[in-house]
């Protein structure tokens, strides 16, 4: 019944786009690529750091997945506890859901 529905408001009885729209990141993948031109292989703190020089913040789960989704590679950096990897983290302000990005105006992207 519901395709009877779409038909007579849309003309077909296609359903619309379902799932994920994508990541607020995915603008920037051009961005992404300039950086790591610069550096064959940065840290994800200095991903991080250059996305929030543009105003973009987000979680760092949404960096690694962002990344990996273009194909583009970081260094990690050893030796870091878990307990100092949330104690930095929160040090640096850092969100910690994909639903606290936001842009340099505070809008969520």
């Known amino acids: ?41 940065p840290t994800l703190a200095e991903v991080v750091a250059a996305f929030r020089a543009l105003g973009i913040v987000c979680a760092e789960k949404t960096y690694i997945a962002f990344l990996k989704r273009v194909g583009l590679t970081y260094r990690s950096v050893r030796g870091e506890s878990i307990r100092a990897a949330h104690r930095r983290k929160a040090e640096a302000g850092m969100p910690w859901s994909n639903a606290e990005c936001t842009s340099k105006r505070g809008k969520k992207s």
């Open 1 to 41: 019944m519901k395709w009877i529905r779409r038909w007579k408001r849309k003309g077909s009885y296609k359903s619309g786009k379902g799932g994920s729209q994508g990541s607020p990141l995915d603008k920037y993948e051009d961005f992404a690529r300039k950086l790591r031109g610069q550096d064959p292989k």
